[in-house]
């Protein structure tokens, strides 16, 4: 079968078969993120520990993660194994390390004291944190090694993101049936069986991803070197710096399951408006590539924050009694919140290549290790803030019970002015993120014509100088 019959696009370099293991990569890794960023929480509820202490030690944590990070992105940039692949070698060995990790972060004893507990929760998350970075540069960074057409990387991020979604949104279903009413599975069951089928889904890429572009010496990084260049790429810290608030103010997917329980008589009534949100969710996903072609990646970004606070401020003013109305808003809501999603990591290739053009250093590790380190750091913030604003909201202790079947039949129950304050933090908090992300946003100027000409040049295509005369904000860009 020839290349042009097996590509979508006859001027793709990719397979089929690369593509879709590439996509269904991220199927696997979404369900664990996705485990330890929304469900975790929930669990350490159910075990008793004090959500203040739980959250200090989630946000002291950050101090190894921003660390780790940081010396992982130098390695990656300096460290060359013998195949002469980049990206394939450190994907095979976080391939069983997630998985591992994912499964001890959830087997906590619940007969130990609470000293035992918060330890046993600090040391497993570092090491959950720790193989979790191992993969997270690689996978994100692969795409610039696949292919060199911004077109093909913009359709492999688009639907890398839905079959990303569809991950977190099994991983979700997953957890919400088994751990509900009526099955009342452990959460150290629920993650063995969901790292089972992270492992599959996550080794195809391991046998079929190639690494066809590239192949530079990336600039030999001390730290301060590092720092140079990452102050140097203003777009990339600009944008992730919106990022930090879009996604450490997410507490929403944590708290599904809680306020499902508690608002709507029903931990698993989630599962209904997932299923209502998913096809038009999905449909609109669908056509981000179509979307992309005809307007700037940016502008649809910042259209979709601001649709999505204006719905969710009408939400918090109806209140949760109002259930069916509420319910038809969040599926509107879901809409552009869906496309963001999809689109959240298609601007990091984008500022790689606008910091080797602009600086003429290839630092593709450390430019992805900022994105691992922000997709990290947020969610242990989202975490965190959950768990303190559970504790300013007054939560009452629910850790006699081991599920929600348990917390059904003892009744504890939580008081009008708590449940209030759980649907401000569940509608309002998120809101307030997505807000203050499209501040930080509108400063970014990378646009998708000049990323296009900027990797023509850094790729050798056409020269520095020919691209500098086509850019349309060269005098932003090129100082």
């Known amino acids: 079968m020839t290349k042009e019959k097996v590509n979508k696009n006859p001027l793709w ?26 469900i975790l929480t929930t669990a350490l509820l159910f075990q008793g520990i004090d959500v203040e202490k739980a959250a200090g030690i989630t946000l002291l944590i950050k101090i190894w993660d921003a660390v780790n990070d940081a010396i992982f992105g130098c390695i990656f940039d300096k460290v060359r194994f013998r195949s002469g692949k980049k990206f394939m070698p450190w994907l095979k060995i976080s391939l069983i390390a997630i998985p591992v990790s994912t499964v001890l972060l959830f087997s906590m004893p ?3 004291s609470e000293a035992f507990k918060l330890a046993w929760y600090a040391i497993t998350y570092i090491l959950w944190d720790t193989a979790y970075t191992l993969c997270d540069v690689p996978i994100y960074g692969m795409v610039t090694a696949m292919t060199e057409r911004l077109d ?12 990303g979604g569809a991950g977190s949104g099994l991983s979700t279903i997953l957890a919400t049936i088994l751990a509900g009413e009526g099955v009342g599975f452990s959460y150290s069951t629920v993650s063995i069986i969901i790292a089972v089928v992270a492992l599959i889904t996550m080794s195809f890429i391991c046998k079929n991803g190639v690494e066809r572009c590239g192949g530079e010496q990336d600039e030999a990084f001390t730290v301060r070197k590092m720092f140079k260049y990452l102050f140097s790429n203003k777009n990339l810290l600009i944008y992730y710096g919106g990022i930090f608030f879009y996604s450490g103010a997410n507490i929403a ?3 599904t399951l809680i306020v499902a329980f508690y608002l709507f008589k029903n931990s698993q009534f989630s599962l209904v408006v997932m299923a209502l949100s998913a096809v038009p969710a999905l449909i609109f996903s669908l056509l981000v590539p179509k979307m992309v072609e005809k307007f700037d990646k940016m502008k649809i970004f910042m259209f979709c924050g601001f649709i999505t606070v204006a719905l969710s401020i009408v939400m918090w003013l109806l209140g949760y009694s109002n259930i069916w109305l509420i319910v038809a808003l969040y599926v509107i809501r879901a809409v552009p919140q869906s496309i963001m999603g999809v689109m959240m990591f298609m601007f990091t290739p984008d500022c790689a290549e606008y910091g080797k053009f602009k600086s003429g250093i290839e630092a593709k590790g450390i430019t992805f290790s900022i994105q691992t380190f922000m997709t990290k750091l947020t969610g242990a913030i989202s975490s965190a803030l959950y768990l303190f604003l559970l504790g300013v909201i007054k939560w009452k202790d629910v850790s006699a019970a081991e599920n929600f079947d ?26 307030i993120g997505v807000a203050l992300g499209c501040v930080f946003w509108a400063f970014y100027k ?21 691209a500098l005369q086509k850019l349309i904000n060269k005098k932003e860009f090129i100082k």
């Open 110 to 112: 619940k007969d130990g």
């Open 446 to 466: 990378l646009r998708d014509h000049d990323v296009q000409l900027m990797t023509d040049a850094n790729n050798g295509k056409i020269t520095r100088e020919e």
């Open 406 to 431: 348990q917390l059904k039949e003892m009744g504890i129950t939580q008081t009008p002015e708590t449940l209030d304050g759980l649907w401000f933090l569940f509608i309002m908090v998120p809101a």
């Open 13 to 38: 370099q990719t397979t089929n078969k690369e593509r879709k293991s590439y996509y269904i990569y991220f199927t696997g890794q979404n369900m664990i993120y996705t485990l330890v960023t929304t």
């Open 253 to 255: 997917g944590q708290m």
């Open 152 to 163: 093909e990387r913009t359709a492999l991020q688009s639907y890398k993101s839905i079959w």
